[in-house]
């Protein structure tokens, strides 16, 4: 046992032993309503999926299909589409929801007011909600996650989140961050939860060495992520990225949040957000920004030009008063963006579905703050929702760099969601996709990674939920009791 949770290397030995297992299966799907977000962007209203070893190997009609496989699933009446790929989060917050005192506060206020009770967080903390967080993700379509992990008190490590993703079964791009500008350099976090670079270095090292797989179908990739402008050295950032770059994992920050970053930027560095991140080599096809809210719009042709994604975080960013994201502007300039429901405390929930809607919604918000009405709707386009899905799907994966998810596809990994239309809040609808963006947000039932099931008959199959919640329940509990 290490860090009083496991032992990183039977983990290891365990993943491949899974995906031994997964590669003895063969799943067959039929009669389904199939969402592809192919090129073609291809439905199929009576549809299935063929999977093989845990990869896709025929995208087709029912009738057109194998007529047998190992398992077989009839989905009348179901949506199938690709599972969806959350590109932003920390587990971790799941302990600290609604804290009252970090309520009604702005990004700054919210932070300074939880890095105390954050301060307390254990390893065991750290699995329990990285398991709460998954299982909500998971029981929300959700087959792939990103999350960014900065702080490690009291012996906290990303092993013990690699580790308890491992046990909830949906992919984890698990983002090593860190921070080491405290206050007392001028930094927003209190010194006690900021390393020193040598530190941050040989931790980033160790993990891409013993976790990192670049192989299609990986269940763990290693991702460097410095925390933000405000609370990381130039010199962690430059050195991670050089780091990264040898070691060919992608590059992960918060920027332009808020405009309180913004006005940080200029009088620490005399350079708005994205021209800081030129500054330190930040930019390139590797580098994904979460949030991405305060820029101009040279600075989207910036980060058009260097390939660089983004994930918006619309739920947090009106949490947190943050602003609105100019996402149809980042689309127009040809910049990736994938969605993400950031951590549990600026969102207080991990639905993703939810998010894709809430994507749609904002975007027409903006659209029409910024002029939209009748006299030019004829040249300027809402946001449909077969674009708020592929956000979800298809431009989650863009951003994190993975060509085998993101798309129902023969070749791609055997990732989907599958939901029931047959629900009152869904009756009247006359349009299959529509149905689950504009419709209220609901569980999906049933969510299928590399053609395993995590959720079946809307229930998770991987954890005892019930348990789950008990155990993280206690956990926050002595979190706040401790304040
Ligand atoms: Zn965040």
């Not at 300074?112 to 329990?128: G, H, Q, S």
């Not at 689309?331 to 994938?338: M, T």
């Not at 990994?413 to 029931?420: K, Q, S, V």
Request: net charge negative.
């Amino acid at each position: 046992m290490e860090g009083g949770v496991f032992c990183y290397t039977s983990v290891v030995r365990y993943l491949h032993h899974a995906t031994e297992v997964v590669h003895m299966t063969t799943l067959l799907i039929t009669h389904a309503y199939i969402v592809t977000m192919d090129d073609r962007q291809r439905e199929i209203p009576d549809g299935g999926l063929f999977i093989r070893d845990g990869v896709i190997e025929q995208v087709s009609a029912t009738p057109d299909l194998p007529s047998t496989a190992e398992e077989v699933l009839d989905l009348t009446g179901h949506l199938v589409l690709p599972g969806l790929v959350n590109t932003h989060h920390h587990f971790y917050q799941t302990l600290t929801r609604a804290v009252p005192a970090a309520q009604d506060a702005n990004l700054f206020t919210w932070l300074t007011t939880l890095y105390p009770l954050w301060a307390r967080l254990t390893p065991a903390d750290l699995f329990t909600a990285t398991q709460t967080a998954l299982a909500e993700l998971a029981l929300s379509g959700c087959t792939t996650a990103a999350d960014h992990l900065y702080l490690f008190p009291n012996g906290a490590r990303l092993d013990d989140e690699i580790a308890a993703a491992h046990e909830v079964g949906l992919r984890l791009q698990a983002a090593r961050g860190s921070m080491s500008l405290g206050a007392s350099q001028g930094g927003l976090p209190p010194d006690a939860l900021v390393d020193s670079a040598e530190v941050i270095l040989r931790d980033s090292q160790r993990v891409i060495e013993h976790y990192h797989d670049p192989s299609p179908g990986a269940m763990v990739q290693i991702v460097l992520a410095p925390c933000s402008p405000f609370s990381v050295t130039p010199d962690v950032m430059k050195q991670s990225a050089q780091l990264a770059r040898h070691y060919g994992v992608h590059l992960h920050t918060h920027l332009a949040e808020t405009e309180d970053e913004v006005q940080f930027c200029l009088q620490k560095f005399g350079q708005r957000p994205v021209g800081y991140m030129q500054d330190v080599e930040w930019v390139g096809e590797d580098v994904w920004f979460a949030h991405a809210v305060w820029v101009q719009d040279d600075e989207i042709q910036v980060l058009a030009k260097h390939h660089c994604g983004v994930a918006h975080c619309p739920t947090s960013n009106m949490r947190l008063a943050s602003g609105i994201a100019p996402v149809q502007a980042y689309r127009a300039a040809g910049v990736n963006v994938g969605l993400g429901v950031d951590g549990s405390a600026s969102n207080d929930g991990s639905h993703l579905l939810a998010e894709v809607r809430t994507a749609l919604l904002v975007a027409r918000v903006k659209e029409g703050l910024t002029g939209y009405s009748l006299s030019n709707a004829s040249h300027r386009t809402l946001m449909t929702a077969r674009e708020a899905l592929a956000l979800g799907t298809r431009g989650g994966a863009a951003v994190l760099g993975r060509k085998d998810i993101g798309s129902l596809e023969r070749g791609k990994c055997a990732d989907f969601c599958a939901i029931n239309l047959q629900r009152l809040g869904f009756t009247g609808m006359h349009d299959p996709v529509a149905t689950i963006v504009f419709g209220q947000p609901v569980h999906v039932d049933y969510t299928v990674v590399a053609g395993k099931f995590i959720v079946k008959e809307g229930h998770l199959v991987t954890l005892d939920t019930r348990q789950l919640a008990e155990k993280h329940t206690q956990a926050a509990k002595r979190l706040w009791q401790a304040s």
